[in-house]
Each structure stands twice: as C-alpha cells, then as structure tokens.
C-alpha cells in the first residue's frame, strides 16, 4: 500500500469516523460503522460473474459507510480471478439479530459472515451455525500470536470460530498545551497506575472559572472497571470482584479531590468524551483508537481549538505488567457451517484477517487485529495524527484484553456490573458494597 495513496483515504475515513457514535464495550461502535436506521433490511449487491468463476456472499453492515469493504472485495479479486465476492448488506441496527436469523434458516448460502460483537458470536456458536476455523488455520499455519492474545480470549470448548480483522483499542489521549502550561513533562509509554495518579494530580487547578482536571472518565463502567483486568489474573466474568478495588479507590478519591470530573454530574449533563476533551482543561483521558479519526478531523475542521496539540500513549499498567497491555474490541470473519463454498472462504478470511488485508484497513484508517511496525506506520501518517515518537509508539500493544470475554451469560452479567459501577460512583453504595453486590448477583447468574 502506498503512503501516496493514504492521504487522501485516511482523510476520507476521518470525515466518516466524525459521524460515528463511539462506545465502551461494543465492537459495533466503530469510527466506520456508525449506528444507523439500518434495519433489518436486506440489501444484495448485484455482482456479475464471468464463466467459471464463483460467486460468493459476505453478510456485511452499512456498505455505502464503510470504506474498506471495497478495497478489500477489489485486491482480494485481482489475486483470485475465479473467484467474486457479493456483498449482503444486513443493515447496522439489528444486525446480529438478522444474521442469526438467516443462518438459522433453510435457505441460508452464504459463504462468510462478518460478526459485529463478541455476545453475538457466542449465539451463533451455541446454535451450531459456524464452522470451526481450526483445521483451516492448522492446514496454512497461520500465526495466532500475532494477535496478541485475542483469540484465546474466543476459544470455545477449545475451539476457534471466528478470526478478528479489526480491533480498536484503549490509549490515554493527553491535551500537550495543559501540560506545557503546568510546566509538566508529558505521560510516556511505560506509567504505574500510581505514576498516572500523581501527574494527573500534578495538572490539577481548582481555581474556580479556570479549573483544569488531571484526568477525565467517561460514565462506561469499562472506563474503571477494566483497569482491573490488564494484569491478565483476573476477567470481568470472574464472579469476584474484589481486585477492582483499588481502582475504583483510585478514581474516587480523584473524584473527590477534584482531579476528574463529578461521575453524577457526567450522567446529569450527558457530556460526551469528546466534548470534554475538546473544552481543552482536560489533562489526560483514557478512551478508545476509534476517537483517532474523529479528534483528527474535528481539529482539521476548526470546530476543535482548544485541544489541537494533543498526543496518545498507552494505557497504565499495574506494577510488572508489561507495558502496552490495553483493552480491546474485536470485528471478525467467521464461515458458516452450511457455507457452499468453504475452501474459497476460507481464502477470503485469511486475506482480510492476514497482513494484506491489515494494510488495506490501516489505509483506510481503521485499526487492524494484526498490528506490524509497517502497519503501525501507516495508521501514523494519517493527516493530524502527532507527529511525536511516543504517539507513534502507543499504537504497539504488548497483550490485549477482551472488554466482554466469551460467555453465554455476558448480556446478564453486564447488567449487574453497569448497576453496581452507577452506585459506586454515584456514593449510593460504597465500594465494599458495590462489590459485594456484584459478587453475589454474578455468581446467581454464573450457578444457573
């Protein structure tokens, strides 16, 4: 992929990400899938096929929204010539509720299926629709370490349904003119949670009508909660809660101090990150590489000024844990189990989820599973990213985390968590209380 040709398609992927509505925990928030009016309509692209060559369907969502698709179908056809990709649009609203539906039916053909969020992969899987990628992968010897971890995190019962092809993840965003402002060096690459609370201290003003906040959270409870996973001993489906403890402490006690902003006060207002960021009297922020493009063109388009010398690093870590461990969503490719033409998707799968196709995503600017120094490089040279070597360097994780690991109780347990993270941040119960609540609610759910 040439850097020519990135320019203008970073640009581009930009001006789509600005319309995306982005949030914590649900890979279906994506700088390139916006939630639309999708529905649960059916739209068939019309592919024309030459003689002897095969024809075969890709359930995807908002086709005229995304920018990848084409590329993809466009560079995977000129290695294949026998082979065609049609595109299914399923819509974006109902989306899994759809593909279920299909697969689940008589009349289903299609060859590949593209699964939007963890919860739904785990449906399909229990109902027996997709195939195991398993032997495909050992025939090819394709390398699953070089996702990081991720698909050991959607093993079920050992087996392997679905291979990531994108995969946002969790950075610190920090605002360089708050800092320079503080006379403070910036976050690096390698911060202690306790190193991250004592600079977000030092940023600190609470001088009425010029205060500046050292950190900024959002109201996810994945904003919290999932600090307490990056050290790899611990899932948010555990059933005990107590490891979150000294995170919840952490970001309370800032809350109280008036180093963040007041969590109620958040929920009153309704203030989106990006709205807070942008105010420019906000430090630091942990959120996710889908707000990349967006912050990007908001400050090319002048409506974002106070916060234009901004740069990224990766997240805090917990003392011994290796820097550049993060959270992470996944979008994948799995095959149906009654997909006609297996060996031929499986080409497919293994071009969109390999380097090939991760080099057409980064051109696009979105953010692949498979992460290279040269893949790395790209999503860097997208107009507006900053120009500074720690930014560039935050972009290489070391081990990542599934916000909502596989389980077929994942919808309940969310559930239970969202509420206790309300109370606690809210001071309706205190943090022994809140999680005392969700140990016990989660381990009823977990015993049924």
């Known amino acids: 992929m040439k850097k020519k040709r990135l320019a203008s398609l970073l640009t581009a992927a930009a001006m789509v990400g600005s319309l995306a509505a982005c949030g914590g925990g649900d890979s279906s928030s994506t700088a ?67 593909l279920g539906t299909q697969l689940t039916g008589s009349g289903s053909d299609f060859d590949i299926v593209t699964i939007k969020d963890v919860p ?25 370490g070089a996702y990081k971890g991720l698909t050991d995190q959607i093993l079920v019962d050992g087996k392997l349904y679905e291979l990531p092809f994108r995969s946002d993840f969790w950075v610190v965003y920090y605002n360089k003119d708050v800092f320079d402002a503080a006379g403070a060096a910036y976050p690096t690459n390698d911060m202690t949670f306790d190193e991250y609370d004592a600079l977000a201290r030092q940023l600190t003003v609470d001088t009425p009508g ?53 969590y109620a006060t958040l929920k009153t207002s309704n203030l989106h990150y990006s709205g807070a960021f942008s105010q420019g009297n906000v430090a630091m922020m942990n959120m996710g590489t889908w707000f990349l493009s967006t912050l990007a063109e908001k400050i090319k388009s002048g409506e974002y000024t106070d916060c234009a010398n901004w740069g990224i690093v990766k997240y805090p870590h917990a003392q011994g844990v290796e820097p550049g461990s993060t959270l992470a969503t996944i979008t994948a490719l799995s095959i149906p189990a009654n997909a006609p033409h297996k060996e031929d998707a499986w080409k497919f799968v293994k071009f969109v989820c390999g380097e090939e196709g991760a080099e057409i995503l980064a051109s696009t600017g979105n953010i692949p599973a498979l992460m290279t120094d040269d893949i ?46 309300d109370n606690i941040m809210t001071g309706n119960s205190t943090i022994d209380e809140g999680i005392a609540d969700m140990n016990e609610k989660v381990g009823a759910v977990l015993a049924q």
């Not at 369907?57 to 560079?75: A, H, N, R």
């Not at 739904?120 to 699953?144: M, Q, S």
């Not at 600090?227 to 490891?243: A, M, P, V």
Request: charged share 25%; aromatic share 10%; proline share 4%.
């Open 32 to 98: 390139t899938s916006p939630a639309g009016d999708g529905g649960a309509t059916t739209a068939a692209e019309t592919v024309a096929a030459a003689e002897g060559q095969t024809v075969m369907k890709w359930s995807i969502w908002d086709k005229d929204l995304t920018l990848y698709y084409q590329p993809l179908i466009e560079e995977f056809e000129k290695q294949n010539p026998d082979l065609k990709i049609e595109m299914v649009d399923l819509g974006s609203s109902d989306y899994q509720t759809v």
């Open 210 to 262: 010029q205060e500046v906040y050292g950190a900024h959270y959002h109201t996810w409870r994945s904003a919290v909660q999932l600090f307490g996973i990056l050290d790899g001993k611990n899932t948010i489906l555990d059933g005990s809660y107590d490891f979150l403890k000294p995170y919840y402490e952490m970001v309370l006690a800032e809350q109280e101090d008036g180093v963040c902003q007041d």
């Open 376 to 421: 790395a490089g790209m999503i860097s040279a997208m107009e507006g990213f900053p120009e500074d070597e720690d930014s560039k360097e935050a972009l290489q994780t070391a081990n990542l985390y599934l916000e909502m690991p596989v389980s077929n109780k994942s919808s309940e347990i969310e559930i239970v968590l969202n509420e206790a993270h």
């Open 120 to 144: 739904g992969y785990t449906t399909l899987v229990n109902k027996g629709v997709l195939e195991p990628l398993d032997e495909f992968i050992a025939n090819d010897g394709v390398d699953l």
